[in-house]
């Protein structure tokens, strides 16, 4: 079984997507091995699975949960779309 990757410099959503938008810059790369870019994958699911749970546990304000509606609602006509 593969060692889970250490994801636990990542404490806040800002980080995650941060560090998200990098595997995916790594991963375009085609100088990037195909096992290396498995790595990235199996680090980029555990990095989805902690923004889920933050999001999970995170009080937002009104007006914050106004805003993520909006958004996901964006992102659906924007697949849809397509």
């Known amino acids: ?7 636990s410099q990542f404490k806040t959503f800002d980080q995650i997507s941060g560090r998200l938008d990098q595997i995916i810059d790594q991963v375009k790369d085609k100088d990037t091995s ?3 870019s ?4 199996d ?3 555990a990095l989805g699975s902690a923004a889920v749970d933050l999001v999970d546990t ?3 304000t009104p007006e ?4 993520l509606l909006e ?5 659906q006509g924007v697949v849809a779309a397509q």
């Open 64 to 67: 914050e949960e106004a805003r």
């Open 1 to 7: 079984m593969a060692k889970k990757p250490d994801i």
């Open 38 to 41: 498995l790595d990235l994958f």
């Open 71 to 75: 958004a996901e609602q964006s992102d």
């Open 34 to 36: 195909l096992e290396r």
């Open 43 to 45: 680090e980029a699911i």
């Open 58 to 60: 995170t009080d937002f």
